[in-house]
């Protein structure tokens, strides 16, 4: 999937256009840029001011106002995970270009050790989006009669199919019923996905204006469940990427989000260990378990300041128990690339002086480190005992296999594959009964002398 994202990225006809619309916005504030914006005012010398049309609160709104039909027709188009979302009032922009910052093609890289992959069923399980096998083109084909049927009322109602008002204006039709038409019905499904796709799945830089670049999903809308809107999520997302490194590096005044940021920002905080604070695994879609207070605690929790620049990487990575979310398209792959990751006292110590600065010199300082240092110990001691027990344990039971040769010798070998070309004759290469008895477990010394009985008794046979 690199490539492909990668590739959709390079070919997308707006990514020109979103910059020029930028520079055009340059000193805006995040009001007037009417998406949820926690920051876009800028201090002389400061960092870059951030702002973002995306507008979590906008499809709240309107959503809300839905009837038990209008919610039916959403459902019927695979779109139900939007009428989940939970009121998220403000964003946290700077933690949306942290995360932006470090994605690098379909991989979220905090660090060498934690990297979350970032997949098409990863944004289905966020949003609850279709993740069909057709992928969404921007050619545009012969328009429907419920398309051009849109793209009149729109024009009447606004400034045309591209307004993100007129979309909201058909939305909150009140004739939109069970007696509607089916084009009047197909023209609601338009509308809701241009409104969603506009405010929160593809946001660009334009006040009230959407690129509509997937006139071919909506064609039939009885198939637009058929196309894989997660992938178009991502590709978006990308070339949102690509938009604001481009953007650092000419050291705009002003950086202006595109993409769904939201995604990333409930992708990264779902796959943090934050404790208390962390999200059940149950529930789909995971962004309807988060609501603006949430966010903004666990968000809180991660924030460091790292020699002047705000950090969000406070916390480690949870690994996905591999029976949730079975239902997706894609199996569950893991989402590190090391699962463990080996610390010690230094960690402890390190993590305490940038999480409780206030403690430094402190005597509970001292008797935490003291505590954690001798948990430490025990560990290694523990880990060490069970290796050694391990390799004990080993040496018994392909020892015990290979005495018998029963399997070597039906398929006409001579030699034993299971015998070590460093074993040493007698006693030398087994384990002291001291060391068996203190190491295994009970069922591991009552499996060996079963196997070691049997040995025992099949060659008592063959003697006699």
């Given amino acids: 999937m690199e490539a492909t994202l990668e590739q959709a990225a390079l070919r997308a006809p707006t990514l020109e256009q979103d910059q020029r619309d930028a520079a055009a916005f340059t000193g805006n504030s995040s009001r007037d840029h009417g998406g949820d914006a926690a920051e876009a005012t800028r201090a002389p010398g400061s960092a870059p001011a951030v702002t973002s049309r995306i507008s979590v609160q906008k499809v709240c709104s309107v959503v809300r106002k839905f009837g038990k039909f209008k919610r039916n027709l959403v459902e019927e188009i695979g779109f139900g995970g939007m009428l989940k979302i939970r009121m998220l009032t403000r964003l946290n922009l700077k933690f949306s270009a942290w995360l932006m910052e470090r994605v690098e093609s379909n991989e979220l890289k905090i660090d060498e050790e934690r990297i979350l992959k970032i997949q098409d069923h990863d944004v289905e399980k966020v949003f609850g989006l279709p993740c069909g096998t057709r992928l969404i083109s921007p050619d545009t084909p012969e328009p429907s009669e419920a398309c051009i049927e849109f793209l009149r009322v729109s024009s009447n109602l606004s400034?045309?199919?591209?307004?993100?008002?007129a979309a909201e204006a058909y939305l909150l039709r009140d004739d939109i019923n069970e007696d509607s038409s089916k084009v009047q019905i197909d023209c609601f499904k338009i509308a809701f996905l241009v409104f969603v796709v506009g405010h929160l799945l593809a946001p660009s830089t334009k006040y009230d204006y959407i690129s509509i670049d997937f006139w071919a999903a909506l064609n039939d809308t009885s198939r637009i469940k058929e196309f894989n809107w997660c992938r178009y999520v991502l590709e978006h997302l990308i070339r949102a990427v690509r938009k604001l490194k481009s953007d650092i590096r000419n050291r705009h005044k002003t950086i202006h989000l595109v993409g769904c940021h939201v995604f990333l920002q409930v992708f990264y905080l779902d796959n943090l260990d934050l404790g208390p604070l962390s999200k059940t695994w149950e529930g789909l879609p995971r962004i309807s378990l988060f609501d603006y207070e949430s966010v903004k605690k666990m968000t809180e929790m991660i924030t460091n300041d790292v020699g002047g620049d705000t950090s969000f990487a406070g916390a480690n990575v949870r690994l996905l128990p591999?029976?949730?979310?079975?239902?997706?398209?894609?199996?569950?792959?893991?989402?590190?690339?090391?699962?463990?990751?080996?610390?010690?006292?230094e960690d402890f110590s390190n993590h305490l002086r940038l999480k409780y600065p206030s403690l430094v010199g402190?005597?509970?300082?001292?008797?935490?480190?003291?505590?954690?240092?001798?948990?430490?110990?025990?560990?290694?001691?523990?880990?060490?005992?069970?290796?050694i027990?391990?390799?004990?344990?080993?040496?018994?039971?392909?020892?015990?296999?290979?005495?018998?040769?029963?399997?070597?010798?039906?398929?006409?070998?001579?030699?034993?594959?299971?015998?070590?070309?460093?074993?040493?004759?007698?006693?030398?290469?087994?384990?002291?009964?001291?060391?068996?008895?203190?190491?295994?477990?009970t069922v591991t010394g009552r499996a060996i002398q079963q196997i070691l009985g049997k040995h025992k008794k099949t060659r008592g046979n063959r003697t006699s």
């Fill in 159 to 165: 400034k045309g199919a591209h307004s993100l008002k």
């Fill in 322 to 345: 591999s029976s949730i979310f079975k239902h997706t398209h894609s199996p569950i792959n893991p989402m590190l690339r090391s699962s463990f990751t080996e610390t010690g006292p």
């Fill in 362 to 387: 402190h005597p509970l300082a001292a008797i935490l480190e003291e505590h954690n240092a001798r948990i430490m110990e025990n560990i290694s001691q523990i880990s060490n005992s069970y290796q």
């Fill in 389 to 441: 027990a391990m390799f004990s344990f080993m040496d018994q039971l392909l020892g015990s296999i290979s005495e018998n040769r029963c399997c070597c010798r039906a398929l006409g070998r001579t030699n034993c594959l299971l015998r070590s070309p460093h074993a040493i004759p007698g006693n030398a290469h087994r384990t002291p009964k001291k060391r068996k008895s203190q190491f295994y477990s």
